[in-house]
């Protein structure tokens, strides 16, 4: 059976960036000069084709869209302008909403109006749910934890990182069926599985290493670390260690659960206060358009990681109301940021890069493993 057409691929793919591709005449410039295409796994031009031809479970069952790293070296050298790099997010944009088995991030990546509206909502609504539950204003000195008991708020952050965790879980088992075609006669052991996942998801999630690949690319790759590792200490310093962290103990300058969370902000603040100057300024091909999901993502860690650094030093300076206040905003940007985010917006894709390489490999070594056949050598396929 042949495959079947999705005559609106490519209109959709427009919508979420893919502005220029129709200039692409295939002539495979882009995948000659891509860094981190190889044999087998070759791109853009495989997965433009797939686009141009209307080909969606092609393009659903593959991963090569997340191999690619946004470099730009395709839309450099592009003959047409066609801008590959573009097209490339794009795809990873619909792949997203595919992904996600509610169907909620294809309605914030095709409306700027919906996402905007549910930061909003979420925003307000976690405002009032503070108002109404605060503890005494205590106005004689700083008192966070008669305000907001840290231990209620150590029970809502981890329910909804429970909540929020299984959502992305689930679609990524959905990532799974679209992508790996492991049959009978290519059955890898348990252990396999394993070992390449903590060679493949582990270490390319801690590490972002295949972007060092890209030439000109170490800058991006260090403020995607800086991000990365620094919203992973504030988790944990939350998540883990907040009677520590959120407490009247007027810690001195050099105590490690206060300079944890100084360091963190620090590099927060660094990685998406490059993010926002880059899409101000355009100044890399990366940066030459920007969807709104991107503009929400880095505003609101901006955000979340300003008012922290605030909620502190307003309590060092002795300033209670400031404080609570700027502690409320802060505690309010968080469900925005993580609810819209992490299982249906850009935050997903740090799970999905490294899935998707794990995937891949294992589609690799399905391939490679030796068929079996009675009274005969092993035949490799």
């Known amino acids: 059976m042949g495959d079947k057409v999705y005559p609106k691929l490519m209109d959709e793919l427009k919508e979420l960036g893919a502005l220029n591709v129709s200039a692409c005449y295939s002539c495979g410039v882009c995948t000659a000069t891509c860094p981190l295409s190889e044999e087998g796994h070759e791109f853009p031009r495989r997965i433009i084709r797939y686009a141009v031809l209307g080909l969606k479970d092609r393009l659903l069952s593959s991963t090569e869209p997340w191999l690619c790293y946004y470099c730009g070296e395709c839309t450099k050298t592009c003959p047409r ?15 997203t909403t595919q992904y996600d088995f ?4 294809k309605l914030l990546y095709k409306s700027k109006t ?11 609504l ?10 005494p204003i205590i106005l004689t000195g700083v008192d966070l934890n008669t305000f907001l008991s840290p231990h209620l708020v150590e029970t809502v952050d981890k329910t ?27 059955k890898l052991p348990f252990t396999t599985y394993v070992l390449e ?32 590792y620094g919203y992973a200490t504030v988790f944990i310093l939350v998540v883990i260690f907040l009677d520590l962290f959120q407490t009247n103990i007027m810690y001195p300058v050099n105590n490690p ?16 206060g490059y993010g926002i100057y880059g899409r101000i300024r355009k100044n890399t091909i990366m940066r030459q358009y920007s969807h709104h999901t991107d503009w ?17 030093v307003f309590k060092y300076l002795g300033l209670p109301m400031e404080t609570y206040i700027t502690y409320a905003i802060h505690l309010s940007l968080e469900p925005p940021f993580v609810i819209l985010m992490i299982p249906f917006g850009k935050w997903s894709h740090l799970a999905y890069r490294p899935f998707a390489i794990y995937f891949t490999r294992l589609n690799d070594l399905a391939r490679k493993k030796p068929l079996e056949v009675v009274g005969s050598d092993s035949i490799k396929i």
């Open 114 to 124: 919906i996402e905007v509206i549910s930061a909003i909502i979420l925003f307000s």
């Open 102 to 105: 509610t169907g909620f991030s």
């Open 257 to 272: 659960i206060r300079l944890a969370g100084y360091i963190a902000a620090a590099a927060l603040i660094a990685g998406s």
């Open 126 to 135: 976690t405002v009032l749910g503070i108002y109404l539950i605060h503890g």
């Open 160 to 186: 909804m990182m429970v909540i929020l965790s299984l959502l992305l879980l689930v679609n990524i088992y959905r990532m799974y069926r679209f992508t790996v075609r492991i049959n009978d006669g290519g």
């Open 81 to 95: 302008g066609a801008d590959p790099a573009g097209f490339m997010m794009a795809v990873r944009r619909y792949l």
């Open 296 to 312: 929400m993502f880095i505003i609101l860690i901006f955000l979340l990681a300003v008012t922290g650094v605030l909620v502190d």
């Open 197 to 228: 996942f903590i060679k493949t998801v582990v270490t390319h999630f801690l590490t972002q290493k295949r972007m060092l690949k890209c030439s000109d690319n170490v800058l991006n790759w260090a403020m995607h670390i800086l991000i990365v």
